[in-house]
């Protein structure tokens, strides 16, 4: 039997911009349905370098996405402040890079509105010992770092709490045409298999890289390019602040020092298909070698992890052949009654993790003239659950938390700083949650050890709960593990190698998870 149900507004797609368009349009009044085929912010959103930008980067050559994100940073600041830790940010010019770069670096930051301000190299080197010590000029910028499972969950918290449906592991996979109009979709549930129809009055695409294919189900084209970027997390904060290179955007010339590691990013190619993105060996030692323009003995430091996200690219009207670095980093929002002459559905596209909410709020502009609603965007002011106290997360948070309550409350993620009482209100909080949910929600096995004592751990809590039954703990332990591997093979080497034969020893020899019943 197929399910139905009826709404103003069908979004496809949970990443940071369907989850900003469906806060928006919940807290204009609208009925909302949210929809992802996997868990919130697994796309893109959860596979970015977590960097809140100033606009810094973009400011000489994008100056649009600069001031955008200038003006978007000083607004989640005030909207979202337990998802950001205030770094502050840098620009430096390295050995290797043109000083005079620096002058028209300035020029554009301040035609952008980007607040970058010169610091003497001394006292640079002073609060970053490990930088370059050859560095000619640095520039101070207000970048930041920003958690996005925290960001999407609080935006579909918040919508949910103006009535929104919110619906991971729903796969959109048919739009329903009618005439010259869609009407609404069908979802399939990625678990069950079941079926579920949503009329709607108005659909959104903000399927990031995948939206050409979400269009395509309406009979649209839209010319949406992957472009994949590499990733390779450190094991240790090797810096306090975001570090750029004062250069034109390159390989691997950002430093992001996020939690308890550092990020160094990124690359930038086209993938012919953002369901099939892998890093490489060779990525991986381009990111090291890359890494040590900024931190002499950066490729000595211990690599944790690597992964790939796709960016969506998309160049209104023609066809992207240029490199994709050169494609801008802009949004669009197309409404294709105009373009294609299908009504009562827009795509949203391009445009960076730090715009999303401008994205939605122009999106949403656009439902609400569709739909002939006057109500206007409150996300720009209205504060994000958990930000209320105005407080940026800080460092040293969990470890407070923990020496508040040394002895009753266990840790379950040395690494990481995860609790019983954590996994706990997390799981009673998500109804059907697996680890990998877990792992988001919390960080849970993002440390060293990738998982290796505590999901174990964490397995069996859930089990015990009542969470989860014995053969989908024993399932969700083996499939983690899997899941794990593909972030870690590209770099086993040195003691990262040494803790994974360890891992092996505990979930293998141990535990024997192969012949587990599941
Ligand atoms: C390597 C890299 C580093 C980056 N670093 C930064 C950074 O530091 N700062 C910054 O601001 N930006 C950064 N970006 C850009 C930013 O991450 C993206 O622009 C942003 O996350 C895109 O969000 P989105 O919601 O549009 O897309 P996504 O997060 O990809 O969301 C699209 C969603 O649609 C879902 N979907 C697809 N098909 C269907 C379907 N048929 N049914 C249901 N759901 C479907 C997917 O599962 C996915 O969750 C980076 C991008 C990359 C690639």
């Known amino acids: 039997m197929m399910a139905a149900v009826e709404t103003d507004l069908l979004v496809i797609g949970g990443g940071a911009t369907g989850a900003g368009v469906a806060w928006d349009a919940a807290l204009r009044g609208l009925r909302v349905v949210l929809a992802d085929r996997g868990d919130l912010a697994t796309g893109t959103t959860g596979r970015f370098h977590g960097l809140l930008h100033s606009g810094g980067r973009y400011a000489v050559k994008d100056p649009r996405s600069a ?23 840098l620009f430096v010019a390295t050995p290797a ?12 930051c301040q035609r952008a509105g980007v607040a970058a301000a010169e610091v003497p190299v001394a006292a640079v080197l002073r609060a970053e010992p490990r930088l370059h010590p050859g560095i000619t000029r640095a520039f101070s910028v207000p970048d930041a770092t920003i958690d996005a499972w925290k960001t999407v969950w609080a935006c579909a918290r918040a919508a949910a709490a103006h009535g929104a449906a919110v619906l991971p592991y729903q796969e959109i996979v048919r739009l329903l045409v009618e005439g010259d109009a869609v009407g609404g979709a069908v979802l399939r549930d990625a678990r069950s298999g079941a079926e579920t129809t949503v009329r709607a009055a108005c659909v959104v695409n ?42 034109m955007p390159g390989d691997g010339d950002i430093l992001v020092p996020v939690r308890t590691v550092s990020i160094i990013g990124t690359t930038d190619a086209r993938a012919p298909d953002p369901d099939r993105v892998q890093a490489s060996a060779d990525e991986v030692q381009a990111m090291l070698a890359a890494g040590e323009m900024l931190i002499p003995g950066f490729s000595q430091h211990r690599a944790l992890r690597v992964w790939a996200g796709v960016r969506p690219l998309f160049s209104a009207g023609a066809t992207i052949t240029a490199d994709t670095r050169d494609v801008s980093r802009a949004h669009t929002v197309i409404d294709h009654a105009d373009r294609d002459g299908v009504g009562r559905f827009l795509t949203i596209t391009g445009g960076k993790f730090t715009t999303f909410r401008l994205m939605a709020e122009e999106t949403v502009d656009a439902v609400c003239a569709e739909l002939g609603v006057g109500a206007t965007c409150r996300t720009a002011t209205e504060v994000l659950p958990d930000s209320e106290a105005h407080q940026y997360y800080w460092i040293g948070a969990r470890q407070a ?21 954590d996994v706990l209100v997390a799981a009673a909080r998500r109804p059907g949650l697996d680890l990998g949910d877990l792992r988001r929600a919390l960080r849970l096995g993002m440390g060293p050890c990738q998982g290796g004592f505590c999901m174990a751990r964490a397995a069996g809590l859930l089990h015990e709960a009542g969470h989860l039954d014995r053969s989908a703990a ?14 870690v093979q590209p770099l086993a080497w040195g003691d990262q190698l040494r803790q994974k034969r360890l891992d092996d020893w505990l979930s293998l020899g141990v535990l024997d998870l192969e012949h587990l019943p599941a």
């Open 474 to 487: 024993n399932a969700a332990l083996r499939a983690f593990q899997e899941e794990r591997w593909k972030g």
């Open 401 to 421: 938390e923990v020496e508040a309550d040394p002895f009753d409350d266990p840790l379950v993620c040395e690494c990481e700083l995860v609790s019983r009482h």
């Open 67 to 89: 001031r955008e994100c200038a003006a978007e940073n000083r607004v989640l600041r005030a909207i979202a402040a337990d998802c950001i830790e205030d770094t502050g940010g």
């Open 206 to 247: 903000a399927a990031g890289a995948w939206a050409g294919r979400v269009a395509s189900l309406a009979g649209c084209e839209v010319g949406v390019v992957a472009g994949k970027g590499v990733m390779v997390a450190m094991n240790h904060r090797l810096v306090h602040a975001v570090v750029n290179r004062c250069a």
């Open 97 to 108: 890079d043109d000083p005079a770069y620096a002058d028209g670096f300035v020029a554009a």
